[in-house]
């Protein structure tokens, strides 16, 4: 990747507008970004969700997942997950991994939706308003195209 297009997906990444969300620095995403095992998908309308996972091997983790504030319950992180899924089933990937926390309701319901299920759980994984937060270890099977 080159260095104006991440600054570009910086861009792109800071215009998401989320609720009580902490973004990445511009430094830390950077690092992120120069990572050729790191994949990022926009909604076909750019400022209105994200997705971010990481290849490792044979599977892929999200390490972020995020609607902008004023198109909750579109639709728009299920396209996000869904293009997730197709480029897994192109590139060979098996596995889709991702932590969420015990507390997100709509969250899980989606991920649930969506073929993910709970492999675990991970006490204290998050912090939020200084308080320490479970979540959930979920997984998706993913099949390969034929």
């Known amino acids: 990747m080159q260095k104006n297009d991440s600054e570009k997906l910086y861009k792109k990444y800071i215009a998401i507008k989320e609720n009580n969300k902490n973004k990445w620095s511009k430094e830390f995403f950077k690092k992120i970004f120069l990572d050729k095992k790191t994949f990022f998908f926009f909604h076909k309308k750019n400022s209105r969700g994200y997705l971010i996972a990481r290849k490792i091997l044979d599977e892929f983790e999200i390490l972020s997942l995020a609607t902008n504030k004023n198109y909750f319950r579109k639709g728009i992180a299920s396209e996000l997950i869904d293009l997730l899924i197709d480029e897994a089933k192109e590139i060979g990937v098996k596995k889709i991994f991702l932590e969420v926390a015990t507390l997100n309701v709509a969250a899980i319901s ?30 998706i099977n993913i099949n ?3």
């Open 144 to 146: 390969r195209k034929i």
């Open 110 to 139: 989606l991920y649930t939706k969506m073929g993910f299920i709970i492999i675990g759980k991970r006490n204290g994984y998050y912090i939020k308003n200084g308080k320490k937060q479970d979540a959930y270890n979920m997984v």
